[in-house]
Structures are given as structure tokens and as C-alpha cells.
């Protein structure tokens, strides 16, 4: 009995170990300043719920990334089951157009789409040119810009976590769903987006967590209008140098996170993730 | 593949059409991407009849390209094999071992997930510098720095991945195993991860991705000896972004569609091969 | 080992240091073994470093720190220069003084810097035996930085959108019907406060200390007009060159920049210009001692080194003997010779001292609303 015990040891304590040491006491450092600076108490957690500016960051994030991870997931559903069920040619025309863009960098993705969504770029110009509309949309520089720039970003990671759980999906028992006289939304509804959950989990949980901590993206596509909680950390650590605002902020983040994985435990069974 | 017609798991022309429409949107940064990569001036901006091949020049003559995209190459190589090892290890603990301990020690995993990157950027910092004097070879501005901190940040990205993959594998596969004689080891090794295939590879290529990827936490731990790829193209960006950047993407594009029109080359003629056999 | 033998020990340490035959790791080793581990090191020794680290905020200014300053110090002084690019923002700094490892020796900040940072005890005072106050322009010779360059933010405009008459002044700049457009203004803040009071009719003269709210209240009644708050100079010089922005208060190297690429389509002038200067800073405990520290900044007063960074950059000189080394057809794109400087607002190192977090959190609200 206590020899198993010491072969899950093995494989359950390096990582946590290792993130211990290199990331979680370093971090209780970095908390401990959300009640030292700049004065010892919890004026900076006051600070968050009665300060507008803060609230306005902390909303607007979390508006921004359910729509962003509710969009991206659907749309890279779609495209993986296409991956994995649709015709040889789509599949391979999938796998292509789901791998090119990892390899635009993050920078020179956000100013493709700085050129092409701008008052003068591309898409505006095709539609004016065309005559559907008269003045150019703002499509940039404004909130929807974040929008399309993360979605356009995570799309792909969600891709392969959810053609994983698609793949170990048994055709026979969506043909044995068939042929009791299920029509196929049905069949997908009640069969197989039900067996996938937790390929739908895990990819919203990745999509949802990396949107949370976009700057880049919307730092350059939002024109500095729709600031984000990880730029305003940043603004926090680096330009207006208050450290204490900037780690309050960080463990109020993980609370907030802490909490969705509690309600997604109860709503989703998050535990089917782990088998 | 059965010839059952009746399709019930074939994708439908709604789904299709979701699809191709979704394709025309991943790949729309492209059409300003291409031309700004051949565009003749120093700046971004869209060639107006100014087309040049001064930035894909540069990026081959300029060594300092050269050298930190192999450095980032090699960096993104040691930290996904890590990060996979360690995901796959932990992954395999959380499936055989479900109690409070392992939860709490999972939620301990995926701290590093939930902080914005600035903030691991700013923990990772302070650890680092902390080593300069006992172990510099991982500490400040190392390249074993570098690799520890993106181990750190993409880890848990990994086993999100894997988890999904190793969650769809039944676990009486285990048990027949272990039934019929064969150690934990042994199991682990011949049978269910064989079956998480995919998941690994999965979890191995979001960890390469994101290392290649990774600025926020480079930024902050690295000086001017260790010049990663994003660290090389974010120097200039507050002058100038050069389009040489766009050059890279292109030229990285365009490997990625050769390599995957060789593997389909390859499989198409294996298959005639059989073919010719049968 | 008796008191007396080990202190001749670290004597002979000591003057073997100051004659540059040990470095400075070499020698806390043998004086930690000698068990006398000096507290301060603020001998007067210039030990023999490996390399000295130059802070600033990369791009081209990399090279450009590297030929003007980096190649001369080298050349005297035997010692490699390195240049970070990182961008040391006050949080930076801040970061790397309380991590306690000091990995920059000299940093090229903002002026405010100097006195925030000097006024908390973290940074070396500057050794005017050293440095040469003959060198410096009057009242930049403060106690812990001293000015590396000059530059400014400047009014550029399209002048392809404006024929007849050009917008000049902070008050053109708020005048949208004479002057229809977009603007683009800094997302930092600095100049830009000044610039809403001057177009608000307050005089130059009673500028200081800034009306925060005034000018916030200014700014966000030309909000609809500014399609966006340029943070890089990429962005500045996009933003016009891309014709999104009519006008923008920007930095006047890069205005000579745009300039040329645009075959002088985007002008400019110094007129309702806001002056500003960078600073030398050395935090304490720096890697390769104050000392060293020290020479580089009076090397790189040096007035041929200076107009070398103007050439490059377009930054103006710090040592006002090197304004007459510049060459006749590029005097005016000095931003701090006396004519220029004339027709400019300096902008005040000490109310952004003490003020510009506040000010800063309350202008980034405005900008993100």
C-alpha cells in the first residue's frame, strides 16, 4: 500500500514543487504589498470597490473576455468537428488555416489588423467602395477592435483541445442514436456535445484564463480606450508606481477566477475534465 | 472509414458554411501582412508601388535576427519538452489519484495560468534576480532563466490539454491492464499514453507556441544577453516597427504550408503505394 | 588572525584596487575572507570593471547611445559599454532597487526621476569633481542627474489638409472649426497638461504649479476630435503618415523623421513647443561602481559625442558648447539652442516629480473612458 503510494508521489509532486519554489512564495511576496503599500491595511481592497475607475477596468475585462470566449469556442467547435469528421479536403484546409496563424507574432497580428480595420484600411474602402455604407465604421481603436483582435487570437488554442475530446467520440454511438430516430441536431445536442463537455471545458477554461491576461492585443487595438485589467496592472507596476493598487488587483483577479472554477464545478462537473 | 451513408456524424451545410466563413476570418491579417512584409520603406505601412525585398534582406544579412530566432528555437524546444514532461507527469497523478490533496495541489498548478503574464513577469523577476548570486546559470537575464520562466507560464497551459485528451480514456483500460499483471509503470507507458497521443502532441505544441511567443515575462527577466525573438522585435517598437517582422511571419507561413503539403505528398503517395500492393 | 596584520592585509587590498589590478568581486572576496567586509564601499576606488551598463529605451537609440557614448568611454577608459534597451520606467527602476540587485549603472530617465528617486536616498550624487558643470546648461546641474539630451513635443500637422493658413499654437490645436481634423496627443501625459491650460488662455509664466483639473476638463472637450492617445513614436509617426490624424503634439525627432519620409508634407516648428530633457541617474550599488559611473556621464558631455546623438537621433546637445559644432542647415532642428528654446515652454522637472502619478492616473481615467 505504501509503496503506490511513493509511484504517485513521483508523478504528482514535482510540479507543484517546482511552481511552489519559482512562482507561489515569490507571489505571497508580491500580495503581501496589496496590504503594506503604500500603508499597512486594507486600504487598497477598499480602494477596488468604492474606486469607479477600478470597478470600470474589472467589468469591462470581464465583459470582454465571456464574449470573447463565448465566440471563440463556438466558432472553433465548428471547425473542429469539421476537422474531424468533415471530408478529406476541408480537413486538410482546416489544418492549414488553423496553423498559419501561430505563426504571426502577437505584435505584427495586432497592426495587421490596425490596417486593415481602420478608418482608411482595407475592409473599410472594399465597403464604401462597394456602396454599402457612406462613412467608415470604427471598426479599431474602440472596444469591438479588442474584440476581433483576441477572438481572431484564441480561436486556434481552442481548436485543439476540443478536436481531442471529438476525436475519442465513438461513431457507433451516434449511429446507435440514429437508428433509434434521432435527427441529427438532436443527435448532437443530447449525444455528442454532452460526451465533449470536457473538451468544451478545457477550452473555455485556456481561452477565458489567456483573455484575462491579454495586453498587447488590446493595448494596441483599442487605442487605449478600452483598457484592460492586465494593462492597468502594468500601469500600475511601471507608470504610476502603485505597487500595493497593482498586487490588490492581482489577488482580487484570483479570487474572481477561483470563484468561476467553483460555479463551473457545480454547473459543468468540471471533475469530468479530469476523468 | 465505413461507408455508412447516413451521415449522422457528418458535419452539416450550417456548420460548413460557419466553417469556410471562420477561415476567411483566421486568415484576413494576411492581406495586410503579405504586402507590408515587401512594402520599401523603414516604417509599417502598405506598399503604394514602393514594393521592395529590403526587409526579407535584412532579416537574412542582419545577424542579430538570425540570432535570436535560433536562440527562441532553441529555448521553445527545451521549455515544451519540460513543460510536456512535467503536464504529462502531473496530469497522470491527478487521473489515478482523486482526492482533496490532489484538487488543492491542482489549484496550487494553475496559479501561474490565472495571473495576467505582467504579474507573473514581476514574481519571476524577483525569483530570478534572488538566484543571480547562488545559481546565475538560471538566474537574470540566463537562457536557463528564460527556460524556467516560460516552463513556469506554460505548463498548466499544457496540462489543461492533456487532461482533455487523458479525461476521454476510460479508465478500465487501466484496471484490464493492471489485471492481466502489468505494473503502473508499465501501464502508463503502453497503454494510456499510446491512447492520449494526440494530447500530448497537443500539449507539447502549445508549449512550443507560447515559449516562441513569449514576451511579457521575457521582457522582465532578461537585460541585453539573452535576445529572444518577440524580446528582438519589441526593442524597436517603441521608434519604429519594422516590417521585417512581417518578412518573418511570411517566411514562417510559408515553411508551415511546405511542410504540411510534403506530409500530405508523402501519406498520398503511401497510400498509392498500398494501394498499388492490394 | 591579529587586528592589526589584517588590516595592513586590506590596506595593500585597497591600494592594489585603486591601481585597477583587482576587480570588485575579486576584492569583496578577499575582504569578506579577511573578515573586514567594508560597509560602504565609497572608496575612492575605480575598480577595474568588466562592463558598464547603459539604460535607455532601445530602438535606434541603442546604436545611436552606442556611437556617440558608448565607443568614446570605451576608448578612454578600456570598459565595454552595454546598452539595455528595456526602458527604464520608474516601476522599472523602482523593480530593480527593491529586488536589491542593481543591474543598470547609468540610466537615461526622465527628468522627474532624478529628484523623486534622489529625494528617497536610492541614487549616487553626482561627482562634480568629475563631471563638468561647465558643461551643462544653467540649473541642470542637479544633485543626482543631469540632463544626457534634449527634446521636445511639437505641434506637426499634414500640410497637404491645411492650404492657407497652418496650425501653430496649443490654441489652434483646440480650434476645430478653423482647423478640422483628428489630433493625436500623448498617452503619458507629459506637455499635453501644458498644452490644454496655454489653449485654455492661462500665460506661460503662471503655468506652474499645473491646474490638473482645468486642463483634464480642457482635454476632454476635445475628446470627439482625438481619434487616439499615441503611446511609441512608431504610433506617432503612423498615425500621421497613415493620414488618421491631421494633427499631433509629438516628438520632435520624430517630426524630423516625418519630415523627410514625407518629403515635408508633415511640418512642424518649434513655436508652442514644450522643451523637456532626459537625465543621467546612477542607482546606488550599482554593478560597476560609482566611480565609473561617473566618468561616463562626464564622457559623454563631450560636445563632439553630443552632436554625434543629435545627427543620429535628433535629440539636441546637453552641453551647450556643442550647439555651435552643428552643422548651419540643421541648426534649427535644434530643439534647445536659444532660439529655439525661446519659443518654447520648459516643461518642470520638479512639479512631475511630486506630481505626476496623480496627475497620471487621473489623464489615464480621461484616455479610457
Known sequence: MTRSWMRYAILLAPLPLFLVASYVLPFLMVAKWSVTDPEPGFGQYIRIFTDPTVQAVLIRTLRICVIVTTVSVTLAYAIAYNWVFGPPQRQRLIEYCVLIPFWISVLIRAFGWLILLRNNGIINESLMGVGVIKEPLALVRNELGSIIGMTHFLIPFAVFPLASALRQVDPRVLQAASGLGAGRMRIFWTVTLPMTMPGVLGASIIVFVFALGFFITPAILSGGRSVMVAEFIYLQLFQTVNWGLAAAISVVLLVIVAALGALLHKVARLDKLVG | ?278 | MSDRFQRDCFEILTRRAAAGEIDRRSFVKAAALLLSVPVAMRAKIAFAADQLVVANWGGDAIDAFQKAFGEPFTKATGIAVRIDGSGPTEGAIKAQITSGKIIWDVVDADANLGIAFGKEGVLEPLDYDVIDRAKIRKGYDYEFGTPGYFFSYVLAYDSAKFSDEAPKSPADFWNVEKFPGKRTMYKWMNGMLEAALLADGVKPEELYPLDIDRALAKIEALKPHIISFWGSGAESQQLLTEGEAAMGYIWNTRAILLGRDTGDQIKWGYEGGFLNSSTWITPKGNPAGRDNAMRFIASSQDAQSQVTLFDLLGNGPANPQADALIPDDKKALNCVSPEAEAKQVTLSAEWYADNYSAALEKFLALVSK
Open chain 2, 1 to 278: 472509414m465505413s461507408a455508412n451513408t447516413n451521415s449522422t456524424d457528418k458535419p452539416g451545410r450550417v456548420s460548413a458554411a460557419i466553417v469556410y466563413l471562420t477561415i476567411v476570418f483566421l486568415l484576413m491579417p494576411l492581406l495586410a501582412i503579405v504586402p507590408v512584409s515587401f512594402t520599401g520603406t523603414r516604417y509599417l505601412s502598405m506598399p503604394k508601388g514602393n514594393w521592395s525585398l529590403r526587409h526579407y534582406e535584412a532579416l537574412l544579412t542582419n545577424p542579430i535576427w538570425l540570432d535570436s530566432i535560433k536562440l527562441s528555437l532553441g529555448i521553445a524546444v527545451a521549455s515544451a519538452a519540460i513543460s510536456t514532461v512535467l503536464a504529462v507527469m502531473f496530469g497522470l497523478g491527478l487521473w489515478y489519484v482523486r482526492n482533496r490533496f490532489s484538487t488543492m495541489l491542482a489549484a496550487l498548478v494553475f496559479l501561474p495560468m490565472v495571473m495576467p503574464p505582467v504579474v507573473s513577469a514581476i514574481i519571476l523577476y524577483f525569483f530570478e534576480t534572488s538566484l543571480i548570486d547562488v545559481a546565475p546559470w538560471i538566474g537574470f537575464d540566463s537562457i536557463g532563466g528564460v527556460i524556467l520562466a516560460h516552463v513556469v507560464v506554460a505548463t498548466p497551459f499544457a496540462l489543461v490539454t492533456f487532461m482533455v485528451s487523458l479525461s476521454q480514456i476510460d479508465k478500465r483500460i487501466d484496471m484490464a491492464a493492471r489485471g492481466l499483471g502489468a505494473s503502473l509503470w508499465q501501464s502508463i507507458f503502453w497503454i494510456i499514453l499510446p491512447n492520449a497521443r494526440f494530447g500530448i502532441i497537443s500539449a507539447a505544441f502549445f508549449a512550443f507556441i507560447l515559449s516562441w511567443e513569449e514576451i511579457s515575462v521575457t521582457l522582465f527577466i532578461t537585460s541585453f544577453n539573452v535576445v529572444t525573438l518577440p524580446r528582438q522585435m519589441w526593442n524597436g517598437m517603441r521608434d519604429n516597427v519594422d516590417p521585417a517582422i512581417a518578412a518573418i511571419s511570411v517566411i514562417l507561413i510559408s515553411l508551415t504550408v511546405i511542410g504540411i503539403l510534403c506530409r500530405d505528398l508523402w501519406r498520398w503517395q503511401r497510400a498509392r503505394a498500398v494501394a498499388k500492393v492490394a
